[in-house]
């Protein structure tokens, strides 16, 4: 049984806002399951059914879809977002849920950020000169954390972001 | 024909054997490569784009500034990049989109127009060099080999913001590795995603290395392939790792990018260009054999 008296009405706007563009009219949606017949994280366990997270926005299940860990089980193939028939952006609303989880909850925050922060990469991409010039490589890819006074500015424009502000302890200013 | 090389995070990193490959074919083939100097993460979707739409726009947006002044038009081989990039290319068409990114850019004296094509490369193959010159350009063909083709999911759907092949049947791929002389032969679970991108292999590691095995069991059921050959650093890295899940039973078959095979076709030194393994376990030493069957062939 579902108790809607602790509904919140408002959690379409909170995690959509009035993106339509972006996320089609979820209203539209009816449930079909197009979007997870070809959808991979769809056979995860639990499985990440949009489906079934839509339900949860319309109904207003704020503290269930908060603890609804699926939507980060995406792959972003955007299959989905090819084959609905509704034209709602399946893809779309996954995405839009993690970032409302992340700015409800900190430690839904992408460990990656302050990998990013630091170096503006994922990886350690200044890390394999050895491996890369023994192939004619070099040393290291033209990115923001090798190429002089790149990563100041960088950094100068993410600050002014609401993620970095939020979380401004996560993210560190050492000297350069 | 001039392009900005982007390299993304994986590649430059984890398997620039690659990155080598791509660079030594499409410089082969006259396409000038530019570096794109200064660039960021994508950014992946794992990160901005899953915490903050408006630092996503941001790091994408720089990325594409820096090409724009420089000139040139993005080239990518990564999946996620180009979907990322492509995306938000579409969402600069909003014009509030754009400016407010553009307030950010401001921040690192850059600006961006929403003009920049991000394009990848099995469409700069394809469709700006073509098959023909690729024929052309090799000294070994793949006569008598038999390889099945990965489109990677990134670059197909959704069509109208992806789209340069044929998003419910691609063919580009496929044609590309018959121009190298290869037999490419579609099976049943040709079009299934590979399944290693995002949180899926992270979070639910048997439940992905079981609908990766459904594909390697459908290629070998129906094809026996010799090579399976991708487009994306992780449809690259995922399908060469996921095989060592598979069990003592199991015998693995090489991954290689396309530009890595091409890059043997061209003659080019396989150490070179496929032979980093970012797990100890793969068998490097299958690509080896592979490579050495290709350079025997002359072209016919
Ligand atoms: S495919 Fe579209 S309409 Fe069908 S369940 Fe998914 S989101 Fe809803
Ligand atoms: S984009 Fe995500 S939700 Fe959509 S089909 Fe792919 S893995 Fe599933």
Not at chain 2, 205 to 231: G, H, I, L, W, Y
Not at chain 2, 286 to 291: D, I, N, T
Request: hydrophobic content about 40%; glycine content about 8%; overall charge negative.
């Amino acid at each position: 049984m579902i108790d809607l008296t602790e509904a919140n009405t408002n959690l379409v706007k909170e995690i959509f806002g009035d993106d339509l563009d972006k996320i089609g009219d979820i209203r539209k949606c009816y449930n079909c399951a197009t979007c997870i017949s070809g959808c991979p994280a769809a056979e995860g366990d639990p499985p990440l059914l949009i489906r079934r997270l839509v339900r949860k926005v319309l109904l207003g299940l704020e503290d269930d879809l908060l603890d609804d860990e699926t939507p980060w089980s995406c792959v972003s193939c955007n299959c989905c977002e090819e084959m609905c028939p509704m034209g709602v952006h399946p893809f779309e609303v996954g995405l839009a849920i993690r970032r409302w989880q992340c700015s409800q909850d900190e430690t839904y925050l992408p460990p990656s950020l302050p990998e990013v922060w630091e170096i503006g990469h994922t990886q350690s991409v200044h890390k394999q000169g050895t491996l890369r010039a023994s192939l004619g490589l070099a040393d290291a890819p033209p990115s923001v954390c090798v190429t002089p006074g790149a990563i100041a500015g960088f950094r100068k424009m993410l600050k002014e972001t609401d993620v970095i502000r939020d979380n401004s302890y996560m993210f560190k200013e050492e000297e350069e | 024909m001039k392009y900005g090389l982007f390299l993304g995070c994986n590649m430059p990193t984890i398997r620039p054997d690659a990155e080598r490959g791509i660079r030594l074919t499409l410089e082969k083939l006259g396409v000038d490569l530019v570096e794109v100097q200064g660039y960021a993460c994508c950014p992946g979707y794992g990160t901005f784009p899953a915490s903050d739409e408006v630092a996503s726009l941001a790091v994408s947006g720089r990325n594409l500034a820096i090409a724009e002044a420089a000139g040139v038009d993005i080239a990518v081989q990564c999946g996620s990049c180009y979907s990322v990039m492509r995306h938000a290319n579409h969402s600069f068409h909003n014009e509030e989109k754009l400016k407010k990114t553009n307030a950010l850019l401001q921040l690192d004296d850059k600006q961006y127009s929403g003009h920049v094509k991000v394009k990848h490369l099995i469409d700069l193959l394809y469709n700006e060099i073509g098959t023909e010159k690729i024929s052309n350009s090799i000294e070994h063909n793949l006569e008598g080999i038999k390889a099945v083709v990965q489109y990677p999911c990134h670059t197909l759907w959704p069509e109208d913001v992806m789209g340069f092949d044929d998003a419910r049947n691609p063919h580009k791929l496929g044609d590309l590795g018959r121009a190298l002389g290869a037999d490419v032969p579609s099976y049943s679970r040709e079009f299934q995603c590979c399944g290693g991108a995002g949180g899926f292999a992270a979070r639910n590691k048997p439940q992905a290395v079981q609908f990766a095995k459904r594909k390697f069991d459908a290629m070998v059921d129906e094809v026996q392939p010799d090579v399976v050959v991708v487009s994306c650093i992780t449809c690259l890295m995922w399908m060469n790792n996921v095989q060592m899940e598979f069990g003592e039973d199991w015998s693995p078959i090489p991954v290689l990018d396309y530009n890595q095979l091409l890059a043997l076709c061209m003659g080019f030194d396989p150490k070179e260009v496929i032979s980093v393994a970012d797990t100890p376990k793969v068998p490097v030493d299958l690509r080896f054999k592979l490579a050495e069957k290709i350079t025997k062939a002359a072209v016919a």
